[in-house]
């Protein structure tokens, strides 16, 4: 399984963001992705995620600005974060997770079997 992101970069606060990532060769129908986020100094913290039957959660700290979405593909699963409204705050690296089994506290980084190498979003005030 290969997991790829793509689309972070540099914004103003106020601004949005559109990433994507790519996991290929990764199927089961009860796994799940999700976008976790990492800033200096900081533990790797839980975004979002997604299940197989399109059951989302949301850290509530972004809830209501950030949006995680999914498409599937044969074996290709290619997995979106749309964020809106953002801040300094959200200034972090960010990475694509997968889980062979989706898990009970979907934000534990321990419980995702593959991840990304991670893209760097940073909002300016």
């Known amino acids: 399984v290969q997991v790829v992101e793509s689309g972070g970069g540099s914004v103003q606060a106020g601004g949005s963001l559109r990433l994507s990532c790519v996991a290929s060769?990764?199927?089961?129908?009860?796994?799940?992705m999700g976008w976790f986020r990492q800033a200096a100094g900081t533990e790797r913290e839980g975004v979002a995620n997604?299940?197989?039957?399109?059951?989302?959660?949301?850290a509530a700290s972004v809830r209501g600005r950030f949006t995680i979405s999914k498409f599937v593909d044969k074996n290709t699963r290619t997995l979106y974060l749309q964020m809106n409204s953002l801040n300094p705050e959200d200034t972090a690296i960010y990475y694509c997770?997968?889980?062979?089994?989706?898990?009970?506290?979907?934000?534990?980084?321990?419980?995702?079997?593959?991840w990304g190498q991670g893209t760097q979003v940073t909002v300016s005030s």
């Open positions: 997604i299940d197989t039957e399109d059951n989302t959660n949301y």
């Open positions: 060769e990764f199927t089961g129908s009860r796994s799940c």
């Open positions: 997770a997968a889980a062979r089994w989706s898990p009970f506290h979907w934000n534990s980084p321990a419980a995702y079997n593959y």
